[in-house]
């Protein structure tokens, strides 16, 4: 199923998409919530990020080109740090350059978001603790990042975490193609089978630390080809099987 959240008729709904089409459902984080009826033409709607997360966890160095283009050696357990929730903007927002950056990257990432509440899983358990998959665009101020030792500040800002078009729950993350275009041209190329650290292995290890809930994310890390996007460009994260993220840099 591809579970997008969207406005129709001034009303936010989660919804699933079937071709041209998506249907009206209940919160797939809240089993509790009404079941939802209805149905909108998918050119009618405006996508929203398919997930507000409680927590956003992501990975760094989480493939060997992009740890050795930015001068790191392969890590043995996995660089972890976090997003606000603040960040997060949906299909089509507006990425805003902020004043405090020189140089604004982009990042494109596969992102799990978590399904039921898991502490403690096995890598065998957590694939049933995920509900599914979708596009990050991990957006970096990279000249502020050395000074930034917890690089909250250089990841932190509003607009910096693009997400969606939708959660597609029968992806399979052992491999897919995962690609960022800027305006048009292609500048990372690779495949989520390269990833280091797993994505069950990611549920696994963090939920040993923290409870994992219904709605955080995990963003898993970028392949190797970043560089520095302007005001003006369009950004394209696109993960085979997850559709395209688009963004534009304001
Ligand atoms: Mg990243």
């Not at 549920?203 to 995990?218: C, R």
Request: glycine share 10%; net charge negative.
């Amino acid at each position: 199923m591809k579970i997008c959240r969207f406005i129709a008729d001034d009303k936010v709904y989660f919804g699933s998409i079937d071709g041209e089409m998506v249907k009206v459902i209940g919160s797939p984080f809240c089993k509790s919530d009404a079941a939802g009826d209805g149905h909108y033409k998918l050119s009618d709607v405006r996508l929203l990020a398919p997930v507000k997360p409680g927590k956003i966890l992501c990975i760094g160095l989480n493939y060997r080109d992009h740890a050795q283009e930015c001068g790191y050696d392969i890590p043995k357990t996995p660089v972890v740090f976090m997003k606000p929730s603040t960040a997060v903007i949906g299909p089509g927002e507006n990425i805003v350059y902020p004043a405090m950056s020189n140089r604004v990257d982009y990042e494109a990432e596969l992102a799990v978001v978590i399904g039921r509440r898991c502490h403690a899983v096995s890598e065998e358990e957590a694939s049933s603790c995920i509900l599914g998959y979708t596009c990050a665009n991990d957006v970096s101020a990279r000249d502020l990042q050395p000074h930034d030792g917890q690089w909250i500040i250089s990841k932190g800002f509003d607009t910096f975490l693009p997400l969606g078009p939708y959660i597609d729950t029968d992806f399979n993350p052992a491999c897919g193609h995962i690609e960022c275009r800027l305006n048009g041209a292609v500048k990372q190329s690779s495949d989520i089978r390269h990833l280091i650290f797993s994505p069950y292995f990611l549920v696994s290890y963090l939920s040993t630390v923290m409870t994992l809930e219904p709605g955080d994310v995990i963003i898993t890390g970028t392949p190797g080809g970043i560089s520095g996007m302007q005001r003006g460009d369009s950004v394209e994260v696109e993960i085979e099987g997850l559709g395209v993220l688009e963004n534009h840099v304001v």
